[in-house]
């Protein structure tokens, strides 16, 4: 493969090749040494303006070595020590970006990334928010005794 700890499609490492005409993609990063995961999406192209230029140029994104976006989940990357700790899985690819943006809210909903957790009570998705809008603060219950919604 081309590049380091590839993304897997389909039981497969995905590569450059297998870009087609997709936007974008919702993936899944597990940390293979406490189980959390994290669930978003990632363009394959970037639009970027070229010093000088007037028109935009589409190129190929950093999707190959992108880990996400979240601070904690970089963190432990960081802390791990090898990105091999952590498996990249493609859920899903998409055509355009408004599908692709649509997947991953819904994702993120049906996983319940706010409030799921592991066996030893801590949150079992790195993700503490939906659209900015839904926090994990309000809707988990990790390290809190409450009994009512209020």
């Not at 230029?53 to 090898?82: H, M, T």
């Not at 952590?86 to 599908?99: C, M, N, Q, Y």
């Amino acid at each position: 493969m081309s590049y380091e700890n590839p993304w897997i499609y389909l039981e497969r490492p995905f590569s450059s090749d297998d870009i087609d005409d997709f936007y974008g993609f919702v993936y899944n990063i597990t940390n293979l040494i406490n189980g959390r995961q994290y669930i978003g999406r990632k363009y394959f192209w970037s639009y970027r303006k070229p010093p000088g230029k007037k028109r935009k140029v589409k190129q190929e994104s950093d999707w190959k070595k992108y880990y996400g976006s979240c601070p904690e989940l970089k963190e432990d990357i960081k802390s791990a020590g090898n990105k091999i700790f952590f498996k990249r899985e493609i859920l899903s690819l998409h055509k355009t970006k408004g599908t692709c943006n649509y997947e991953e809210t819904k994702q993120l909903f049906l996983n319940n990334v706010l409030s799921e957790s592991l066996d030893n009570g801590a949150p079992a998705y790195y993700n503490s928010n939906i659209l900015g809008r839904y926090m994990r603060k309000d809707y988990g219950n990790f390290g809190r005794n409450t009994d009512s919604d209020t």
